[in-house]
């Protein structure tokens, strides 16, 4: 996963280069710039991050003689991204492309002299233009036109066909692109105390294919599909008063590949006194099959040659979600609040294996169902003295089979706490706790109990930063057992990971815009 931050560009032209160093050899440089000058404005940022990975160990496997085996390299990581915008009045346009390329681990056996050959890498790009006009005093105008694009590129060195090592081991390519163009208008109105929202969304894809080769069968794979999205939506907000006030807004989709659905939203929100709070929405949602599934040839059903045609006809996600929220502000330092809720997700894609081998496909199954309750309070005082903790209990059940979600815990406790240092520093603790819960495979989980903690300086040589980080300080994480498969690596030894990291910014003497 890449997670991309992005700010406003400052007044005075900046320059922005943070330097960060981590377990496992990892390492990451950022740079940004941004300016403006009269309404115009820009920002350009970019990052590159690398990281070998932690030391794995391949489990024994009996079976076929086997012994445990430490794996070097293995695990390693990389990415890069650049992301930029330019703003000139109400005008504004902004790209982002980014990369990465992971290595799965896998088997030494299956290794070749140059190195690993089990790699995924992704491509994501998008470019954007949007412009936003006031109509008039209470009435304001948003378009937005993109283009987007998807890209995916793994291979796999998988055993030999039939458990034989004279057959050889099967090199299996598989490439996924998707680019699609879109646009999305929204209308806005006060009308006095009320306010009324209408937009429209479309897309359509220019290209959505993907190609499995599995190169020592000689056999190939190629699927096309064309789709397309349409919605329409709405949205009014009423304020009944200055107790009570209503949300009421809906949206209905077209795809190309199922028929519309509707997405109704109502919320009702009630203040009994000016600190406190009581609010209930109820809303709906949907989720239209993604063309892996559609495909059915992702990297663990690639090596299926059931037909597209075959598979059974998969139906859109619908999810309902009703929240309750009663808030109180206690004082000018203390705030809590109590959630109660309920999920409901019927049709729920999953992974099942499908035809007479069997080859793994997807289907609809019955969908899933949470019940819990939150409680959560805050703190803050100055100067800098911060603090949130929040408990939360839950119940998941599979609508299927009647027994609870694995890897769900029923109980969650967190808290998040800053203060001060000497001479300006600082320094943040986490702490979390889940409740016990069973493993994909049935197995029971225990308790875990965590523990992260980070310094940060104060601004020092002119604009430098330093903080440094421990994540897992308890080295708990390596308690979890892991699943009885004797094809997946392990991470031996501690789980307890550190970065640390140094920031400069530096900004110009002069605005761009003085004459």
Same mark, same amino acid.
């Given at each position: 996963?890449?997670?991309?931050?992005?700010?406003?560009?400052?007044?005075?032209?900046?320059?922005?280069?943070?330097?960060?160093?981590?377990?496992?050899?990892?390492?990451?440089?950022?740079?940004?710039?941004?300016?403006?000058?009269?309404?115009?404005?820009?920002?350009? /940022?970019?990052?590159?991050?690398?990281?070998?990975?932690?030391?794995?160990?391949?489990?024994?496997?009996?079976?076929?003689?086997?012994?445990?085996?430490?794996?070097?390299?293995?695990?390693?990581?990389?990415?890069?991204? =650049?992301?930029?915008?330019?703003?000139?009045?109400?005008?504004? =346009?902004?790209?982002?492309?980014?990369?990465?390329?992971?290595?799965?681990?896998?088997?030494?056996?299956?290794?070749?002299?140059?190195?690993?050959?089990?790699?995924?890498?992704?491509?994501?790009?998008?470019?954007?233009?949007?412009?936003?006009?006031?109509?008039?005093?209470?009435?304001?105008?948003?378009?937005?036109?993109?283009?987007?694009?998807?890209?995916?590129?793994?291979?796999?060195?998988?055993?030999?066909?039939?458990?034989?090592?004279?057959?050889?081991?099967?090199?299996?390519?598989?490439?996924?692109?998707?680019?699609?163009?879109?646009? /999305? *208008?929204?209308? *806005?109105?006060?009308?006095?105390?009320?306010?009324?929202?209408?937009?429209?969304? %479309?897309?359509?894809?220019?290209?959505?294919?993907?190609?499995?080769? $599995?190169?020592?069968?000689?056999?190939?794979?190629?699927?096309?599909?064309?789709?397309?999205? +349409?919605?329409?939506?709405? /949205?009014?907000?009423?304020?009944?008063?200055?107790?009570?006030?209503?949300?009421?807004?809906?949206?209905?989709?077209?795809?190309?590949?199922?028929?519309?659905?509707?997405?109704?939203?109502?919320?009702?929100?009630?203040?009994?006194?000016?600190?406190?709070?009581?609010?209930?929405?109820?809303?709906?949602?949907?989720?239209?099959?993604?063309?892996?599934?559609?495909?059915?040839?992702?990297?663990?059903?690639?090596?299926?040659?059931?037909?597209?045609?075959?598979?059974?006809?998969?139906?859109?996600?619908?999810?309902?979600?009703?929240?309750?929220?009663?808030?109180?502000?206690?004082?000018?330092?203390?705030?809590? +609040?109590?959630?109660?809720?309920?999920?409901?997700?019927?049709?729920?894609?999953?992974?099942?294996?499908?035809?007479?081998?069997?080859?793994?496909?997807?289907?609809?199954?019955?969908?899933?169902?949470?019940?819990?309750?939150? =409680?959560?309070?805050?703190?803050?005082?100055?100067?800098?003295?911060?603090?949130?903790?929040?408990?939360?209990?839950?119940?998941?059940?599979?609508?299927?089979?009647?027994?609870?979600?694995?890897?769900?815990?029923? $109980?969650?406790?967190?808290?998040? %706490?800053?203060?001060?240092?000497?001479?300006?520093?600082?320094?943040?603790?986490?702490?979390?706790?889940?409740? *016990?819960?069973?493993?994909?495979?049935?197995?029971?989980?225990?308790?875990?109990?965590?523990?992260?903690?980070?310094?940060?300086?104060?601004?020092?040589?002119?604009?430098?930063?330093?903080? +440094? *980080?421990?994540?897992?300080?308890?080295?708990?994480?390596?308690?979890?057992?892991?699943?009885?498969?004797?094809?997946?690596?392990?991470?031996?030894?501690?789980?307890?990971?550190?970065?640390?990291?140094?920031?400069?910014?530096?900004?110009?003497?002069?605005?761009?815009?003085?004459?």
């Amino acid at each position: 996963m890449i997670n991309v931050l992005t700010r406003h560009p400052d007044v005075k032209p900046t320059i922005a280069v943070s330097s960060e160093a981590g377990s496992f050899v990892g390492r990451k440089l950022e740079i940004a710039f941004s300016f403006r000058s009269g309404t115009a404005s820009g920002l350009l /940022e970019g990052s590159l991050f690398r990281e070998n990975g932690p030391a794995l160990v391949l489990p024994a496997d009996p079976a076929i003689g086997v012994p445990s085996q430490w794996i070097y390299d293995e695990d390693g990581d990389r990415y890069d991204h =650049l992301f930029g915008t330019f703003r000139q009045g109400s005008f504004d =346009l902004q790209g982002l492309f980014s990369s990465r390329d992971k290595v799965v681990p896998g088997a030494p056996a299956l290794e070749t002299a140059e190195g690993a050959v089990n790699r995924e890498s992704t491509r994501r790009g998008y470019f954007e233009a949007s412009y936003n006009r006031n109509l008039g005093s209470s009435t304001q105008l948003d378009l937005r036109a993109y283009y987007d694009h998807a890209g995916l590129h793994t291979s796999i060195r998988q055993p030999p066909s039939g458990g034989s090592s004279a057959a050889g081991p099967n090199f299996e390519i598989s490439t996924g692109k998707a680019d699609w163009l879109g646009f /999305e *208008s929204v209308f *806005s109105r006060h009308i006095g105390r009320q306010r009324v929202v209408a937009g429209a969304q %479309g897309e359509y894809d220019l290209n959505l294919s993907q190609a499995i080769l $599995q190169l020592s069968q000689g056999g190939a794979q190629k699927h096309n599909l064309s789709n397309w999205l +349409a919605a329409v939506f709405g /949205e009014a907000e009423l304020n009944l008063g200055t107790r009570l006030s209503l949300s009421l807004g809906g949206r209905e989709d077209w795809t190309g590949q199922h028929q519309s659905s509707f997405s109704p939203r109502i919320g009702a929100m009630y203040f009994p006194t000016r600190n406190t709070s009581l609010k209930y929405i109820v809303a709906k949602a949907f989720r239209a099959p993604e063309p892996a599934a559609l495909f059915c040839t992702n990297t663990l059903c690639s090596s299926s040659a059931q037909p597209v045609s075959a598979q059974p006809i998969l139906q859109p996600e619908h999810v309902r979600s009703d929240t309750l929220t009663y808030s109180q502000q206690l004082s000018s330092h203390f705030n809590w +609040a109590a959630t109660g809720f309920q999920n409901q997700a019927a049709n729920l894609i999953e992974q099942v294996p499908i035809g007479i081998e069997p080859n793994p496909g997807f289907a609809n199954n019955l969908g899933d169902r949470s019940r819990g309750l939150e =409680l959560e309070a805050s703190a803050a005082f100055k100067p800098d003295w911060s603090g949130r903790a929040s408990y939360a209990f839950n119940r998941s059940v599979d609508l299927s089979t009647g027994n609870r979600l694995a890897r769900s815990p029923s $109980q969650l406790a967190k808290f998040n %706490g800053s203060a001060p240092l000497f001479r300006g520093n600082s320094i943040g603790l986490e702490l979390q706790y889940n409740s *016990s819960e069973s493993s994909d495979l049935g197995h029971r989980i225990s308790p875990l109990f965590q523990a992260n903690a980070t310094f940060l300086s104060r601004s020092f040589w002119g604009g430098m930063r330093f903080s +440094a *980080s421990c994540f897992d300080c308890l080295d708990r994480s390596i308690a979890i057992p892991p699943e009885p498969d004797p094809a997946i690596p392990l991470p031996p030894g501690t789980a307890r990971t550190w970065r640390f990291r140094i920031d400069y910014r530096h900004a110009a003497g002069r605005r761009w815009d003085s004459p």
